[in-house]
């Protein structure tokens, strides 16, 4: 999907909501459990239900992967069920050397035709080139994430004098540019963000943090949008685990909704 379609879900749906598909066997109702895939019956009633509200999904990798080859099925199908007029990210933080990275896009954007990826950017521009090959496929680089552990490298002052994520920004812009990066900023990071943004005025943030782990809407709205939204805000269990028994996906459709209207209104305030 490229950039221009990407804008249309938005301007069309008054929403930049990333519904996060972390789906956790442990945690999903026992009704499933007795099905064939209950990990893919999960997602598709959660798809159903939120996808008026949603301009992207991202499953977790993790969460599929755990579950071995069953795993991956249930991610296929999962992927397969998405509308193709909603963007879709593989959240897989990989990067490594150059041939191995290569197989990483071929397995996600050829194989699972995911839109895009989370990419590390530790290993260095010959981790990430190999991801931007793709036409109209995107790398989501992490930038400042939203732990309490990222301020272990990322703030830490490298030899300009500057944090690491800012030599991340800096460096990574002329490895692609805002048509096939974006990066991923916590909403965690409160005024943070807004340095991320002077720094790349132009590209799209993914946005995780709202919901569980208690990061702002608002904030992230203030220091993060530009004049054409430029964001994705991503919410996992705040959504899918909205409710916990047979009303899951009603649960998740309120959840999904309420986001969504409290988009609107700052889309409204910040891009007209
Ligand atoms: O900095 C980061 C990068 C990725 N994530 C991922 O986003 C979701 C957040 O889930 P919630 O349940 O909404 O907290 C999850 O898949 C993380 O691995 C992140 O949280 N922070």
Redesign the pocket.
Known sequence: MNKAELFQQIKRKSSFLCV?L?TDPSKIPSSLLKLQDPIFEFNKQIIDATADFAVAYKP?IAFYEALGPKGWESLQRTLDYIPNDIFTIA?AKRGDIGNTSGLYAKAFFETMNFDSITVAPYMGVDSVQPFLEFKDKWVIL?AL???GGSSDFQLIESKSGKPLFHEVLEKSQVWGNADNMMY?V?ATRGELIAEVRKIVPDHFFLV??V???GGSLNEVAKYGMNASCGLLV?????IIYAGKGDDFAEKARQEAEKLQKEMAVLLEEYCK
Request: zero cysteines; aromatic letters at 0%.
């Open positions: 996060g972390d977790n959240d992490l994430t939203s732990n991923v916590g995780p943090g919901g569980a782990q991503n919410s996992s269990r705040g």
